[in-house]
């Protein structure tokens, strides 16, 4: 036998191997899963795949993915631009796709400097690192904030600083006098660490994609610069908050000294986020890239897309914002009342309603949205199956992007009214 022949057949049986084991493993997660918010242990939201139509269920199904923005994928003009991207190594910052991105991000957001970073994690951690440089320092962050609950304590973990927490207002602000009481004034007492950084996030979250006032923003910044602070947006969204507001970013971001903007969430970018900030913070936070693993090379295919996500992309949030507020719309006009959310809070693209019938959890609505039950198809003429997730306090979290439509919201509308509808009847019916 010879040796090219041994090599093909030792391949396949490696490959198949690896199907096989792929399939049994995928299929022991899959039943495991279940419905999103099915599962005990659960923190503020959980993941999971919505159940496929089985036998004699609908053929034809539409999904509405509302669980994130950042299920958006690049369209064909993204992905063309992607193809035709110029290259170079980036490390070297070489690439002139990704030094072109860095300086319209510069621009756009007014700030010295821009580095592109893989993640909005990744970003968020550097600003820290860069910040926060020696042992001992502290951070003072929102204890509802994505960096706070969904990045893994990595400020603590893998930089080594100490944070405090101030309770976010519904808002997404913070109370400035609890804020300045969390500011420590006693260093160098060796009892306490040194505080350095308050971090801020816009739009917010948890709280709904809410937009933090700019009068709340010019008071965090004199209250920083009167102790010698820094702050760090996460503006994963400030492109919503902008748009929301109508107003450029840099009168948002005029108030903050860095800021972490995310390109892959309403955006489209397959992958991306840009951090700015003074030069000699941009300077520090390269070398933290690196460290942490984020120096990529070719990057030019990937800068590429987020050159057109902010300059092409911002502008058709606002179409985001009107679906999510349609359907919020929908939710109050429900008859009977199984919802309840205020108009008020529902700002941009992430809408949290809450569900006020006793009997309907926040879980099981999401497992039923999410699957086509008996009847749909002929209710419906089709089956549609609405993706979103449990989120906390008795409520349910949807964000709308670019993949969704108006009429894919009008589809979740419709679902909606039949999932709240059938539950009354059985509700009635069980009586």
Known sequence: MSLKTFSCRVLCKLVNHEVVASKKTLSARDAAAGFPGRSSARGYYNSGKASQPGPGKAAHVRVVDLRSDTVTKPGPAMRQAMAAAEVGDDVMREDPCVNELQEIAAEMFQMEAALFVPTGTMSNLIAVMVHCRERGDEMIVGNLSHLHIYEQGGSAQLAGVHSTTVDNLPDGSFDLEQLESKIRHGYPDPHYPRSRLICVENTHNIQGGRVLPLTFLQEVRALADRYGLSVHMDGARVMNAAVAMGLPPSTILQHTHTISVCLSKGLGSPVGTMLAGPKDFITRAVR???????????????????????????????????????????????????????????????????????????????????????????????????????????????????????????????????????????KVGAQ
């Open 288 to 426: 933290c890239r690196k460290a942490l693993g984020g120096g990529m090379r070719q990057a030019g295919i990937l800068a590429a897309a987020g050159k057109l996500s902010l300059l092409e992309m911002v502008g058709r949030l606002e179409e985001d914002h009107h679906n999510a507020k349609t359907f919020a719309q929908a939710l109050l006009e429900c008859d009977p009342a199984v919802f309840a959310v205020d108009m008020a809070t529902v700002e941009t693209n992430i809408l949290r309603f809450r569900i006020q019938e006793p009997t309907l959890s926040p879980s099981e609505f999401c497992a039923r949205m999410a699957e086509v039950g008996e009847g749909e198809e002929a209710a419906l003429g089709q089956g549609i199956q609405v993706l979103m997730y449990p989120h906390f306090s008795n409520t349910v979290r949807a964000v709308w992007h670019l993949g969704i439509s108006p009429e894919d919201t009008q589809l979740a509308i419709q679902k909606m009214q039949l999932v709240a509808s059938q539950h009354i009847k059985e």
